[in-house]
């Protein structure tokens, strides 16, 4: 067995948001070099920046937020992995099938080698709301959903994504919600992929939030 990372660790400068980039507010605040006894650093960044869960929170008042999930809620042992070809602002559609245990659906299109790429975060592929709604009708284990561009949301048709995105996470809908998991790294081999675990930071009162996203392969 080998783990591998499925996120992004969070760089200093230039990171992909849905738009254009980012670059963490990162200060010392002690120093070894300085005379201190320790490192210190404190930083700032908004929460849906790098890889992310969007909880229902982010899109209505009345949904759960990221940090309220019962920790076995992050542990996904039937992952399934769809591998598509998009082209840049192409929207996903249905039909679309999984198999029926799958608890955790990866979207494997291979975007992230444009990750540093304008058009990453300004024509990234998107996913119509009616594959929000068939799935949360169709698949009662599945709990998430993750993909490997900026969001589900195409930023050429941001009024499409705001209807994507409460299709997946609309507390008052069919079942139960799906979470998302936007920005993932899904650049290696997945065939051999077993489960996948989510570590979300836990923060009081954030709607969603930063990740990292740990999977055991065979092999």
Not at 43 to 56: R, S
Not at 89 to 95: A, F, M, R
Not at 171 to 197: F, H, K, Q, Y
Request: contains cysteine.
């Amino acid at each position: 067995m080998r783990y591998e990372y499925l996120s992004y660790a969070l760089a200093e400068k230039d990171n992909p948001v849905y738009g254009g980039t980012k670059s963490l507010d990162i200060k010392m605040r002690k120093s070894i070099a300085a005379g201190d006894t320790a490192n210190v650093s404190s930083f700032t960044m908004e929460n849906h920046w790098g890889t992310h869960v969007d909880a229902p929170n982010h899109f209505f008042d009345n949904g759960m937020k990221v940090y309220e999930y019962p920790p076995e809620f992050w542990f996904f042992k039937n992952p399934q992995v769809l591998s598509v070809s998009l082209e840049p602002s192409e929207v996903i559609k249905l039909p679309l099938e999984i198999m029926p245990q799958t608890d955790l659906l990866l979207i494997q299109s291979n975007w992230g080698k444009r990750r540093h790429e304008e058009a990453y975060v300004k024509s990234n592929p998107g996913i119509d709301p009616e594959v929000g709604l068939y799935l949360r009708s169709t698949y009662p284990h599945l709990r998430a959903v993750g993909l490997d561009w900026i969001s589900v949301s195409p930023y050429a048709d941001r009024q499409l994504g705001r209807h994507t995105h409460r299709a997946f996470l609309d507390p008052g809908g069919r079942n139960a919600t799906i979470l998302l998991i936007e920005d993932m790294n899904l650049s290696m081999e997945l065939e051999s992929l077993r489960e996948v675990v989510v570590l979300p930071l836990r923060i009081e009162g954030l709607d969603s939030a930063p990740c990292t996203v740990v999977g055991l392969f065979d092999g």
